[in-house]
């Protein structure tokens, strides 16, 4: 007796509970990412780059 195929990827059987974390840490990052984008020092350097790239053309 042949025991049943869970998958051919084990990466795709993870537990539920290991994708909820999952989830959870890229909403975390998400959400860091957001706010260090609305830094003004961020957003100086953001604008500041972008003038020397159309500079350069």
């Not at 059987?13 to 890229?26: A, G, H, N, Y």
């Not at 984008?37 to 604008?47: E, H, I, L, W």
Request: without cysteine.
């Amino acid at each position: 007796m042949t025991s049943p195929r869970r998958g051919q990827n084990p990466a795709t059987t993870e537990l539920p509970d290991d994708i909820e974390r999952m989830l959870e840490k890229t909403l975390r990052q998400e959400k860091a990412r957001q706010e260090y984008n609305k830094r003004p020092d961020v957003q100086a350097k953001r604008k500041e780059y972008q003038r020397r790239q159309q500079a350069q053309r």
